[in-house]
């Protein structure tokens, strides 16, 4: 099946049926990124900020808290209804908003609402640390949500190198977030605060996104999976 110009089979090695790996460029990768995972990121994390802002601004705390939660919720139940699969980022989004709503409730404390993303970062660096103590690489679960990924392209040596490293990256993400966000919590009023920090998160994300998207391409070029086109090969608009 074909995905964004690029087929399945193509994902993995193709030197078995003796056919050259297909071209494919760094913007062709970040326009097959964007397509698949895009709308993904979108749904799950950046609407989801930026009706938490509008709320929280035009109508208080309860309204954010209650207007995130119904974004989330009925995202969850147009896949369903639709028989999509839900996404693994809107699940973990929808799962995090959950508990820290609960907690922030319960507690009747703002700044427990936005203290709870904070140390969950820190857990999810620490998770994505421990997925290598037991060499099972967390970015090898989210690959296929951003990129066509065969089981046979995804056990090549190369690839499991990939996934390691960038598991890496993405701990380190999530912990320099986690100290930022922790850092503009305690220093700026509530509304500055929730502006910024969306600003400096998608800052962070999306050089980390730029990293891997490089950092991959290089080696499914190596690893014979893709080769880049040459500049006589790349045509001319």
Sequence with gaps: MRTGGITDTESGR???????????????????VVRRGGPKLVEATLI???LFYACLVWGGL?????????????????????????????VLATVGLTARTAVAVWSGSAFIYFVQPVVGTMLTGAVFIASLVVDRPLIGRFAGDFWPMTPEAAEIPGVVS?????????????LTTAALTFGLLL????ATFVAIKQVTGLGITVAAIAVTIT???????RE?????????????P
Excluded: D
Aim: with cysteine; aromatic share 6%.
């Design 48 to 50: 989801p900020g930026v």
């Design 14 to 32: 193709t030197e078995s049926t003796g056919a050259r790996p297909p071209l494919v460029s760094k913007r062709q990768v970040v326009a097959v």
């Design 62 to 90: 309860g309204l954010a808290y209650l207007t995130t939660l119904a974004w989330v919720y009925g995202c969850i139940g147009r896949s369903r209804a639709q028989r999509r699969p839900v996404s693994v980022l809107l």
């Design 187 to 190: 220093s700026l009023p509530l």
């Design 224 to 236: 014979g999976i893709v080769r880049a086109p040459l500049r006589a090969e790349v045509p001319i």
């Design 215 to 221: 950092w991959s391409h290089r080696v499914a070029c």
């Design 162 to 174: 990939l996934f390691r490293g960038l598991t890496l990256l993405w701990a380190g993400v999530n």
